[in-house]
């Protein structure tokens, strides 16, 4: 059974500091994605990883994929409260035809304080 | 088209009832997607759709639950003889093709289920 571990689960930090997400999963997957969901919110698309060394960068965020240590990072660089939010990310491990579908981490509830 | 679109938002229903919600995904976007999302937890994958017809279905899809979408466009999820296990968060989503091929699956906003 595939497992997506995430950590921190919770993370608190002051804005202008850097800080790192940890996504670890436990079968072979090239494909990674990562979403943001506010409070009551739905889930909003944040970055689509393909290949094992992709990275990403939106903004103050970036992401990476190492597919061989199964591991994938999401970056907060000189964060801003605007960010606070919970930040899944989901990997997709089947390789195409009729399976499909998402298997998601538990989610890091990131906390931004001025 | 503005997404995916979920309706109703909100159910709070007594056990034992019936509750059905319903999705209408993005034009032209031919999988949908259910999955289930409990306070703290990541969603859940329940079922999905290519096209009208159900490819996959989760362990987690009791009897109690059937997923249809006749004519591959809007899809409803029934939930029968509703318990106070079943109140979540219920998120339609839906992709342009298959995940392999570097599509994203975009998520609506979700139906929230109370059972009490």
């Known amino acids: 059974e595939l497992k997506v571990e995430q950590n921190p689960l919770f993370l608190s930090m002051q804005e202008g500091k850097n800080y790192t997400i940890y996504c670890n999963y436990s079968?072979?997957?090239?494909?990674l994605y990562w979403y943001r969901q506010d409070p009551g919110k739905s889930l909003e698309s944040l970055f689509v990883?393909?290949?094992?060394?992709a990275v990403k960068q939106e903004g103050r965020l970036m992401a990476s994929l190492d597919t061989k240590a199964r591991l994938s990072t999401l970056h907060i660089t000189a964060a801003v409260h605007d960010l606070s939010a919970t930040y899944f990310c989901?990997?997709?491990?089947?390789?195409?035809?009729?399976?499909?579908?998402?298997?998601f981490g538990k989610g890091t509830h990131l906390i931004i304080q001025p | 088209d503005t997404g995916v679109s979920q309706n109703p938002r909100h159910k709070i229903t007594k056990r034992g009832q019936n509750v059905t919600f319903r999705c209408d995904p993005i034009?032209?976007?031919?999988?949908l997607y259910w999955y289930r999302q409990t306070l703290g937890q990541g969603p859940e994958f329940l079922t999905y759709?290519?096209?009208?017809?159900?490819?996959?279905k989760s362990r987690l899809l009791s009897d109690r639950f059937s997923a249809e979408r006749p004519k591959g466009s809007f899809s409803t999820l029934e939930i029968q003889r509703t318990e106070q296990g079943d109140s979540a968060m219920y998120l339609c989503?839906?992709?342009?093709?298959?995940?392999?091929?570097?599509?994203?699956?975009?998520f609506g906003e979700g139906s929230w289920l109370t059972v009490v």
């Open positions: 989503a839906s992709s342009l093709g298959v995940l392999s091929s570097g599509n994203t699956i975009y």
């Open positions: 079968t072979t997957s090239d494909r």
């Open positions: 990883l393909l290949s094992n060394g």
């Open positions: 989901a990997v997709d491990v089947h390789s195409g035809g009729g399976a499909d579908g998402l298997t």
């Open positions: 034009s032209e976007h031919n999988r």
């Open positions: 759709f290519q096209n009208e017809a159900q490819l996959e």
